[in-house]
């Protein structure tokens, strides 16, 4: 279809990879340029952004850095892949969980810490991604990263069930946290169920399931939001209609009357009289510069 332009709130369901979305979007839309951010693994569900046409050129500025699940992981057994889809390589004893202890072991994981990134994910090794490997049997040393929980609850299931909401910083593997949760506990877990309810800005509440995009009721339009709705989140300037045409010629003189950044590296949009989204900017050393200009 032409003139799909902007970014689609999909509610993946299981069983679906995020790029077997990207294939369906692409053939039911009639849509050459589609790219979803944020992967999901095909056993979880939940919130998956899809930028469309020039909507691709906002990805590199929607790459959120805070995203929130909900999930349920199972104490006493650990899988290769820490998730339901692996195979089982240990088990343990089921602990007696009080809410008591699950406050304190909230708290253990509140705040910064460091994570190793799973055998069985998308990482590169040499250009071949680590899940390759781990399907060899082969195990390479991998760099543990700093991630961030802003906030975790943990509430008794059905044992050996232990549900659980979360918020956490990108690159956060919540299968390594599940695991993690479990030896806090003095047992093994692995991940059961997972879902994305937030990416950023946007909500679980703002997604459409998939299968209303691929088979869409007659007259139902299409539940696009606009490249300046896509990134309503960052700060915003708007300037008139001849600045508007000299910033789209690549004209930077327009951004030394802008107020000045808050920091530097700080990302900002300008929008026309229209509201429509003339540029992202970014804040160098105290100046600002485009970074993107549509």
Same mark, same amino acid.
């Given at each position: ?81 820490? /998730?339901?889809? @692996? ?8 602990? /007696? ?13 509140? @705040? *910064? ?66 695991? /993690? ?68 010629? @690549? ?11 808050? *920091? ?31």
């Amino acid at each position: 279809m032409a003139g799909l332009d902007g970014l689609l709130l999909i509610d993946k369901p299981t069983g679906l990879t995020s790029a077997e979305v990207v294939r369906i979007l692409k053939k039911a839309l009639r849509v050459k340029k589609i790219g979803h951010l944020g992967t999901l693994d095909p056993f979880a569900s939940g919130l998956l952004p899809l930028c469309l046409g020039t909507g691709t050129k906002l990805s590199q500025f929607l790459m959120a850095e805070q995203k929130s699940y909900t999930g349920t992981l199972q104490l006493g057994v650990e899988t290769d892949t820490l /998730d339901c889809t @692996g195979t089982v390589t240990r088990t343990a004893s089921v602990p /007696d969980c009080t809410p008591t202890q699950l406050r304190k072991v909230e708290q253990r994981f509140i @705040g *910064d810490s460091w994570q190793t990134p799973p055998m069985y994910s998308a990482l590169k090794r040499k250009g071949v991604p680590l899940y390759k490997l781990a399907r060899q049997g082969i195990e390479v040393a991998r760099e543990p990263r700093r991630v961030h929980i802003s906030h975790l609850a943990l509430t008794l299931g059905e044992p050996p069930a232990i549900h659980f909401s979360v918020s956490c910083s990108k690159g956060t593997y919540i299968r390594v946290l599940a695991a /993690d949760i479990g030896r806090a506990l003095n047992s093994l877990a692995h991940l059961t169920r997972l879902r994305r309810t937030a990416f950023g800005a946007f909500s679980i509440d703002q997604a459409v399931p998939l299968s209303q995009v691929r088979s869409p009721q007659p007259g139902q339009p299409l539940a696009l939001l606009s490249l300046a709705q896509a990134t309503q989140s960052y700060r915003t300037f708007v300037v008139s209609a001849p600045e508007a045409a000299l910033i789209r010629h @690549g004209q930077q003189a327009v951004l030394r009357t802008l107020p000045a950044a808050r *920091d530097t590296g700080e990302t900002a949009r300008i929008l026309g009289g229209e509201h429509e989204l003339i540029a992202i900017i970014t804040a160098g050393q105290g100046t600002w510069q485009l970074a993107r200009v549509f």
